[in-house]
Each structure stands twice: as structure tokens, then as C-alpha cells.
């Protein structure tokens, strides 16, 4: 079946520093890749979302690019702000309209 | 455009008592998902309706625990004899039936059995 591998549980860093927060998958069909972001206790938000190839992604600072050839969708943003401290999840999907497949997320701790 | 929305926010329940949870898709989306999420598990894939009619529920366990969605304005999942192992957030979320929209997420109930 589909899997999803986040490799970090815990990242922590100080504010203005880039941040990167892995994501490889394993699925034999189609391939759509999301990351949402969970500030605490709120609902989990869409961040980015792709299906294309080597297409870069971006969206409020946060960027990815999905590489078909490696199975990754790697997160990054070249400063982090003390308001990115949130859980971060890689999800895979076949398809827009299908159940999702979570990593076990990543939590990210910004410090001033 | 009101999102998700799940009811109760909060649910305390006895050990063996019966927990039923609400949630109510955004306006016009034809697919409803349901996840539970723990510390331990993080976010685990319960069962997913399109169009009201169930297509994926291999992520439910076999007993005790059971989704409906009566109508394209709200559905349920229901658990029964809840088990302390059974705390946790469930979340509900909604899609459109196209490619281009990824699921909205509710905010969650969180269930605590005591």
C-alpha cells in the first residue's frame, strides 16, 4: 500500500534560519502530494499541493518541488518566522477526490 | 464560506458508553473523510463517502465503529462501547470531486473516554 516517510519527528531552530523538513513516499498509482500545517489546536490547513513533475510549488514563503525519480516532496523556506512553530504533514493521495495518507508529521519549534 | 464543521468540540464518555460525532462538508463538496489523530499514530485514515455512498472504509476498525451519511449535509461516525484506547481527535474533512481541491479539514472533536 501507500506510505509516507517523514524522517524528522522533531525540528527545532532559531528565527531567519532556512528550515527543510523531508518527505519521501512509496505508491504505485498516480502520485498527488500535499503538505498541510496544524498550529495547535486547530484544524490542519492545506500548505502546498502538487502533482507535476520537477514543478516548484510555493505558497506563503514555504516552497516544494516533487521529484518523481527520487519519490520526494521536500518542504523548505529560507527563513523561518517564530509563527511557523506548527505540526507539519506530508500526505499522498491517487487522486484530489480520494483518502489521503499521512506521514507522522513533523514538529517544528521556532526560537527567538 | 463557512468551512468544516464538527460537532461536539469536546466529548467526555464512560468507558462502555456509546459516542457519536457530527460533521457537517462544506457546501457543494461531494467527498467526506474521516481521520482519527493521535500523538502516537498521528493522522490515520478512518473511511471516506462520495456523494453520501461509502467507498473506502479499510481504515476502520472492524468492530465498534461505524460511518453513516444520511444526507449531503452532514455525516456521523459513530462509536460504540467506547474504549479508553479510543481517545483521540477525529477529524472530519471535505473535498470537491475534481482535481483541482485538496480536503478541508474541521477542527476536530476530541473524545476522551474515561
Known amino acids: 500500500g501507500d506510505s509516507v516517510t517523514q524522517t524528522e519527528g522533531l525540528v527545532t531552530l532559531t528565527e531567519g534560519l532556512p528550515v527543510m523538513l523531508n518527505c519521501t513516499y512509496q505508491?504505485?498509482?498516480?502520485?498527488?502530494l500535499f503538505w498541510y500545517v496544524q498550529h495547535l489546536n486547530e484544524a490542519p490547513k492545506l500548505l502546498l499541493k502538487?502533482?507535476?513533475?520537477?514543478k516548484r510549488t510555493e505558497h506563503q514563503g514555504f516552497h516544494a518541488t516533487l521529484h518523481k525519480s527520487s519519490s520526494s516532496f521536500h518542504l523548505q523556506k529560507s527563513s523561518a518566522q517564530l509563527s511557523d512553530s506548527a505540526l507539519y504533514y506530508c500526505?499522498?493521495?491517487?487522486?484530489?477526490?480520494?483518502?489521503?495518507?499521512f506521514g507522522l508529521g513533523t514538529r517544528v519549534s521556532v526560537f527567538p | 464560506n463557512a468551512g468544516v464543521i464538527q460537532t461536539p468540540r469536546h466529548k467526555v464518555t464512560g468507558k462502555g458508553q456509546e459516542a457519536t460525532l457530527w460533521c457537517e462538508p462544506i457546501?457543494?463538496?461531494?467527498?467526506v473523510f474521516w481521520y482519527r489523530q493521535t500523538i502516537v499514530q498521528g493522522l490515520e485514515f478512518l473511511t471516506y463517502?462520495?456523494?453520501?455512498?461509502?467507498?473506502?472504509d479499510s481504515g476502520m476498525p472492524k468492530e465498534r465503529f461505524s460511518a453513516q451519511m444520511p444526507n449531503q449535509s452532514h455525516s456521523t461516525l459513530k462509536i460504540q462501547s467506547t474504549q479508553p484506547q479510543d481517545s483521540a481527535v477525529y477529524l472530519c474533512?471535505?473535498?470537491?470531486?475534481?482535481?483541482?481541491?485538496?480536503?478541508?479539514f474541521g477542527e476536530g472533536t476530541r473524545l476522551s473516554v474515561l
Open positions: 463517502f462520495r456523494n453520501q455512498a461509502p467507498i473506502d
Open positions: 500526505a499522498l493521495s491517487e487522486g484530489y477526490a480520494q483518502g489521503l495518507t
Open positions: 457546501s457543494g463538496h461531494s467527498a
Open positions: 505508491t504505485a498509482y498516480s502520485t498527488f
Open positions: 502538487s502533482s507535476t513533475d520537477n
Open positions: 474533512a471535505s473535498s470537491r470531486d475534481n482535481n483541482n481541491q485538496a480536503p478541508l
